[in-house]
């Protein structure tokens, strides 16, 4: 029944004890009306001010304003699972890739192949063009702000990210950062 799963989240669930609105507590509808709102940021941020570090957003979820708490949750040790609705959301489920797939091991599998390419090391070779990019994706989103147009960040992104990476992995940018709009 209902009542039976309002007090189980409430006082039993294994986050009963994480600070947080009561009804982030017993329902998504707290998250859903803070992402819906235009001021989820901002929301957020007035929820760790007055919980903590630590904040219950949903019955089964938590908020993080910590750095050491960021590293534990995505550093290369850690053993959190990622959230398949979240990754599926951006590319179908069939699509495995080191960055979607939620199955530790394949992704661990995965990582090894790559782990030279992302190294400190092989990181810092590329701080300069990455840079370079960005200068690139900034001065096209200056360019259509002053022509009062919105920029795209969704694409603007995701172009900054396919000129980088082929040019980390192929010595060549695909230029998607000079095309039009992105």
């Known amino acids: 029944s209902l009542a039976w799963l309002i007090v189980y989240r409430l006082f039993l669930h294994p986050l009963a004890g994480v600070p947080g609105p009561l009804l982030a507590k017993v329902s998504r509808l707290w998250l859903l009306r803070n992402d819906f709102s235009w001021k989820g940021s901002e929301n957020l941020h007035h929820m760790h001010q007055k919980y903590g570090p630590v904040v219950r957003i949903a019955p089964n979820e938590v908020s993080y304003d910590d750095l050491v708490a960021y590293n534990d949750i995505y ?3 850690s053993r959190f699972l990622k959230e398949e609705a979240w990754y599926y959301g951006i590319v179908p489920k069939f699509l495995t890739n080191m960055f979607t797939t939620c199955d530790m ?5 995965i990582r090894r192949l790559f782990s030279h390419a992302f190294s400190r090391a092989s990181v810092v070779n590329f701080q300069d063009m990455i840079n370079e ?21 969704y694409d603007m992104a995701a172009s900054f990210t396919l000129d980088t990476i082929s ?8 230029q998607a950062l000079n095309s039009p709009n992105f």
């Open 167 to 174: 040019r980390m992995c192929f010595g060549d940018s695909v």
């Open 105 to 109: 091991e394949l992704h661990s599998q």
């Open 75 to 77: 550093g290369q040790k």
């Open 133 to 153: 990019h960005i200068d690139r994706a900034l001065e096209s989103a200056s360019v259509l702000t002053a022509k009062g147009q919105p920029v795209p960040t």
